[in-house]
């Protein structure tokens, strides 16, 4: 009975930590499917699964069963060994072709399966390329299809992937430093964006809605602060949304978003660009690690993103019970107190490496005035 009182606490806690693992509606739950492809993934996962539990279960009660049976009593002979199985051919035989074929038949849908997911790739009507970075995605649309990313006419943009819903779009995962790894868990399984290698992934969502993930590969410092955020959009809001994003942007002709756009121009073209404002001063400063900053996110349409800094900050007030900007909060009510907190202090909001001596990581501090701030606020807000 004390035992039994021991164990009850015990086990208590146990399952209420399991428990705790549990979300009825996690935004990042790959065993809710909302694509055909991590559908496909799912409708594998669940049956092995429960084969893996049927057999955790039979191993673990016949386990516990023999143990009770065959325990030591008081009245053994300790000089006695119990009764031997070795040698016995039907057990023996048996333990070993139980688990294999078990393992076979998983192997054959396993493999089936990822032949299927492969082929979903063929019949995707787009391509994106997706890069890695420390510590923020960076997204590129080959809009004129002549294989490179960098015409005019071309799309760049960050933290916030714009797909078509309902339908296969490609991705040419990269990276520009060290291995990241891409993952949406709604829409399908993980790639790793490796240097110097081109990973092909796909992804489709059945309808339109936004999806995140975060980079599951650890990539340094502010790998916890890499997130991504993709957004399907129904196919003629979507097309809307490519013909904007080739639009240059503006500076506006007066006021505080004027001063913005000036300060700009003068304080962040050695790492932004955004088209239309400061082609002519943006150098870009090359990869690898002996520059500031390597690449930094194209700003071009900043106020047409849910989020920045690596998709860890909202850029517009929501709702949503989860804090997840949605396309409809886009253009909305600016948070603007996230935006001023990164401005003021980008190390403090995401840590970067940038205070360290020798090279570093990410947006330093530039000690900007209050003044300054809202400026360069103002005029971040008009570019839609
Ligand atoms: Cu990028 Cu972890």
Not at 272 to 285: F, M, P, R, S, T
Request: charged share 25%; proline share 6%; net charge negative.
């Amino acid at each position: 009975m004390t035992r039994l009182r021991r164990f009850v606490p015990l086990a208590s806690v146990a399952l209420l930590l399991f428990l705790t693992a549990c979300a009825s509606n996690a935004p990042q739950d790959t065993l809710e499917p909302e694509g055909p492809i991590a559908r496909k993934i799912d409708n594998l996962v669940n049956p092995v699964f429960l084969a893996a539990g049927v057999v955790f279960v039979l191993v673990e009660v016949g386990a516990l069963l023999i143990m009770r049976r065959f325990r030591a009593r008081p009245d053994d002979d300790d000089n006695t060994l119990p009764a031997q199985v070795h040698g016995n051919s039907a057990l023996e035989i048996g333990w070993i072709a139980v688990p294999f074929l078990i393992l076979a038949v998983i192997a054959v849908f396993t493999v089936v399966t990822v032949f299927e997911v492969d082929a979903e790739a063929d019949d995707a009507t787009m391509s994106v390329q997706v890069i890695g970075q420390q510590w923020w995605w960076e997204y590129r649309y080959d809009v004129d299809g002549d294989g490179r990313q960098d015409d005019p006419d071309d799309v760049v943009t960050a933290n916030d992937l714009v797909i078509p819903a309902g339908t296969n779009v490609r991705l040419d995962v990269m990276s520009r430093d060290v291995i990241h790894s891409f993952w949406i868990p709604k829409l399908n399984g993980k790639k790793d964006a490796v240097p110097g290698r081109h990973h092909e992934l796909t992804v489709a969502s059945d309808e339109a809605g936004t999806f995140v993930g975060q980079c599951t590969e650890y990539c340094g410092l502010s790998h916890a602060y890499m997130r991504q955020r993709l957004i399907a959009l129904p196919q003629d809001e979507f097309d809307a949304w490519l013909d904007n994003q080739q639009q240059d942007a503006q500076l506006p002709a007066s006021g505080d978003a004027n001063a913005g756009g000036n300060l700009f121009v003068s304080s962040c073209s050695r790492c932004h660009l955004i088209e239309g404002v400061n082609d002519d001063e943006y150098e870009e400063q090359g990869s690898g690690n002996d520059v500031v900053s390597g690449h930094a996110p194209n700003l071009t349409h900043f106020a047409t993103r849910g989020a920045f800094a690596g998709a860890i900050l909202p850029l517009w007030e929501t709702d949503d019970p989860d804090g997840i900007v949605q396309w409809d909060d886009i253009g909305g009510e600016l948070d603007r107190d996230a935006l001023e907190a990164w401005l003021r202090d980008p190390p403090a909001e995401k840590p970067m490496a940038a205070e360290l001596d020798g090279p570093s990581r990410g947006m330093p501090d530039l000690e900007l005035s209050e003044e300054q701030i809202d400026q360069l606020v103002a005029f971040l807000e008009t570019l839609d």
